[in-house]
């Protein structure tokens, strides 16, 4: 009779990988699906068409059918990107607030969080300053240094692109070709 125990292959592998390894790793597949979340949530089934200016300044763009519910789908939009982000602060503050996270790891959580945080303050500011020139409703959305904005408007003119473009390079940085504009009616 053979006493000897089989060794336990959970508790080996934890011992090979390590606690501490795991929980960053599930940090990050959770980082992973907010981020997901997010991009599902800011590519919206509802068709849109980017705003392109041709080299001479002519408008060249199609601007989305009629919808009522437009105020609805701009404080839709604003809720579903708090709800993301907030997933995603979640996590990372677990991850910085760890006993058994790598240092690396905490420090990579709070630069995470402190560039979430900037992000927000940029879209707030690119929010505020777009309706502050006349166009109704505008959400912003900032990501990996690249920014979406979506207005509300009848079309755009070429200035008002411009501006946009100013504002978000003012405000966040951001280069106009790593800017969207995206007409909703």
Do not use: H, W
Request: hydrophobic share 40%.
């Amino acid at each position: 009779m053979n006493t000897e125990k089989k060794p336990n292959k959970v508790k080996e592998f934890f011992k090979k990988v390590g606690m501490r390894n795991l929980i960053v790793l599930c940090a990050v597949l959770l980082i992973g699906t907010a981020v997901c979340v997010n991009y599902i949530l800011y590519n919206d089934e509802t068709p849109s068409k980017d705003v392109d200016i041709d080299l001479d300044g002519t408008d060249m763009d199609a601007t989305l059918k009629d919808d009522p519910n437009t105020s609805d789908y701009f404080a839709q939009t604003a809720l579903s990107r708090k709800q993301a982000r907030d997933e995603a602060l979640e996590v990372l503050q677990a991850v910085a607030k760890s006993d058994v996270a790598l240092p690396e790891a905490i420090e990579s959580a709070l630069s995470d969080i402190a560039q979430i945080a900037k992000d927000i303050e940029n879209e707030s500011n690119i929010e505020t300053l777009i309706q502050a020139k006349g166009i109704k409703e505008c959400i912003a959305v900032i990501s990996d240094g690249k920014a979406t904005v979506i207005v509300q408007t009848d079309g755009l003119l070429a200035s008002e692109v411009a501006q946009i473009n100013e504002i978000v390079y003012e405000s966040a940085g951001i280069l106009p070709t790593d800017l969207k504009i995206i007409e909703k009616q």
